[in-house]
């Protein structure tokens, strides 16, 4: 334990901890994601207080998270009634709030519970904390950003620049099943992945890989590998047979995407990152996963997709119909109004 001390001693100096000024909440915290986001998120040296909120089980998590030797401090809410204060003055609200998929689902097949779940605490984004960032996980992703644009639209505090999609998931499966095949480490590797987040929507651009493709994989593993990327969600749902949908690959992929939102928040920026938000990437298409470049506001600019090779190109006309189908889905359920 000595050594491990004089270690982070040392390295404290080569590395001073920042100014904590951040307010991050984590809504949906006791959830398989919640609980190793919320870890992740209270090792951030950006985080200074850490809101833990969930309608079962915080008291134990926050209570848990906050026995971490680092600087954030935590605070544990639980249900409705403590959800203003776990909003109040937020910079950040991540949600992961919201059911998982079972074999034999789609994403999509989340909508009917998920979609009231985002509406309400959107409508409490709104109320408590409207300058926000706010980061969506809850699936289906396609359609629940769209929703929650709707309802801050709606309030007349929506700002495009900090709604965004957590996508990263897909870049970060990419990053590490490409570094299996090319033989590099995954940190050494990246591959953009736009478009949306199910099946044929995830579109990862292998043909502007870094490092590139070896010139020995054929067009069918290529194919291969973006059809493993565009399931890998379904891969972990069937391999936990029941049990739910990844929570620790994307506890670590939120975690990533936090770490960009609170760097660039900082100033550090520019910070490139990808992240499905409103945009006019893609004509007719008013929701898109991009590359962006990420500043103390928010987005400050969406960068263009690059070039597509032929399977590329094809596979994105292909997904624009369905896209575009969930993205309606989505704002219709909030121009509908709660059921009566
Ligand atoms: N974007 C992505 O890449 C990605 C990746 C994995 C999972 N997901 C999605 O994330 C969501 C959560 O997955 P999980 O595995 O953590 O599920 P989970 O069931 O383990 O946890 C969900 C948590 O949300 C809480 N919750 C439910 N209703 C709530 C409300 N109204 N307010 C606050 N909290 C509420 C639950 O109490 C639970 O703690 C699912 O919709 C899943 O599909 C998205
Ligand atoms: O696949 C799921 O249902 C969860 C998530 O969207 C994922 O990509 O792992």
Same mark, same amino acid.
């Given at each position: ?47 200074s207080e850490l809101s833990l909120y969930d309608v079962a089980n ?59 779940? !985002?509406?309400?605490? @959107?409508? =409490?984004?709104? *109320?408590?904390?409207?300058? $926000?960032?706010? /980061? ?100 972990? !749902?069937?391999?936990? @047979?029941? =049990?739910?949908? *990844?929570?620790?690959?994307? $506890?670590?992929? /939120? ?53 597509m090779d032929a399977l590329e190109s094809e596979n994105f006309e ?23």
């Amino acid at each position: 334990m000595a050594a491990l001390n004089r270690i982070q001693k040392i390295a404290s100096h080569l590395d001073p901890p920042k100014p904590f000024k951040f307010k991050v909440a984590l809504l949906g915290a006791a959830g398989g994601i919640g609980q190793p986001l919320s870890m992740l998120l209270k090792m951030s040296p950006y985080i200074s207080e850490l809101s833990l909120y969930d309608v079962a089980n915080t008291p134990g998590v926050a209570a848990d998270v906050s026995h971490m030797s680092t600087a954030a401090r935590v605070k544990g809410y639980l249900g409705p009634d403590q959800l203003p204060a776990a909003l109040a003055g937020s910079n950040l609200v991540i949600i992961p709030a919201g059911v998982p998929r079972k074999p034999g689902m789609t994403r999509d097949d989340l909508f009917n519970i998920n979609a009231g779940i !985002v509406r309400t605490l @959107a409508e =409490a984004i709104a *109320a408590h904390c409207p300058n $926000a960032w706010v /980061a969506i996980i809850s699936n289906p992703v396609n359609s629940t950003v769209p929703i929650a644009a709707e309802v801050l639209q709606r309030a007349g505090v929506l700002n495009p620049a900090r709604l965004f999609g957590v996508t990263t998931l897909d870049v970060v499966r990419a990053e590490a099943f490409l570094g299996e095949i090319v033989g590099a480490d995954p940190r050494d590797v990246s591959v953009p992945v736009v478009g949306g987040h199910a099946g044929i929507t995830i579109l990862p651009l292998l043909s502007q890989a870094r490092p590139p493709l070896p010139a020995s994989v054929t067009a069918e593993q290529r194919k291969a590998l973006m059809t493993r990327i565009q399931d890998a969600g379904t891969e972990v !749902v069937q391999a936990k @047979a029941g =049990a739910g949908s *990844a929570t620790l690959s994307m $506890a670590y992929a /939120a975690a990533r995407f936090a770490d960009s939102c609170l760097r660039a928040m900082s100033g550090e920026g520019p910070v490139t990152e990808y992240a499905y938000v409103r945009s006019s990437a893609v004509q007719g298409l008013p929701y898109f996963s991009s590359p962006l470049r990420l500043g103390r506001s928010g987005v400050e600019e969406v960068l263009p997709l690059g070039p597509m090779d032929a399977l590329e190109s094809e596979n994105f006309e292909a997904m624009k119909a369905e896209l575009l189908g969930s993205i309606k889905k989505g704002e219709e359920f909030v121009a509908r109004g709660p059921a009566k």
